[in-house]
């Protein structure tokens, strides 16, 4: 598939990995919102946003019938910095790739309300995936997608904790949906 210039490794493993991710997040997210005292809702968006994320990563791509080892710098390179900066599909591959993670973030640090270990999370996760894909057939590893997806994450934490701000600041941390209903009930807590 080719989405702004730039080809996008999807197979019908992609949509396969995203249905069985989201039938697993919705029980997942009760359990975690029950433990945790997280938004149900917004921790759904969270697993849901986490399965596609892997699902667009992590499954073999469309010429998955070849297996190569394909390492994440390519060493032997004239310039390898010239290798590392534009290894990861022309403007519109590195857009996507910084696209790809900030709405998970974003969901994430609105979740659990907390920046610092989603901060964490942004630099982690695509620190596994790019490694991680020298060993699924048809994907290849790029530390600039590496970088631009680390970009994205972080952007997304920093736009869920503005948001966070921004809440705080007019008050509607009283007005969630889980408050608001128990206050129109009249429930004595």
């Not at 640090?109 to 920046?115: H, W």
């Not at 701000?165 to 004595?188: C, V, Y």
Request: one cysteine or more; a neutral charge; charged letters at 15%.
């Amino acid at each position: 598939m080719t989405v702004f210039g730039t080809h996008v490794p999807i197979s019908s493993w992609t949509l396969v990995a995203l249905v069985a991710g989201c039938l697993v997040s919705v029980p997942l997210a009760k359990l975690l919102a029950a433990r945790t005292g997280w938004s149900r809702n917004a921790t759904l968006t969270t697993l849901m946003l986490l399965a596609a994320s892997l699902a667009i990563t992590l499954t073999p791509g469309e010429d998955s019938g070849v297996y190569e080892f394909h390492p994440c710098l390519s060493i032997g390179t004239a310039d390898p910095i010239d290798g590392l900066l534009h290894s990861g599909g022309g403007l519109g591959g590195t857009l996507l790739n910084a696209l790809l993670l900030l709405p998970l973030t974003c969901a994430a640090t609105l979740a659990t309300k907390r920046a610092l270990p989603t901060l964490f999370f942004a630099f982690l996760l695509p620190a596994l995936i790019e490694p991680l894909q020298t060993l699924i057939p048809g994907r290849y590893c790029s530390l600039s997608d590496q970088a631009a997806n680390t970009v994205g994450a972080v952007l997304g934490v920093a736009l869920g904790y503005l948001l966070l701000r921004r809440a705080s600041r007019h008050g509607s941390d009283d007005a969630t949906p889980e408050k608001a209903g128990d206050q129109g009930r009249g429930d004595a807590r």
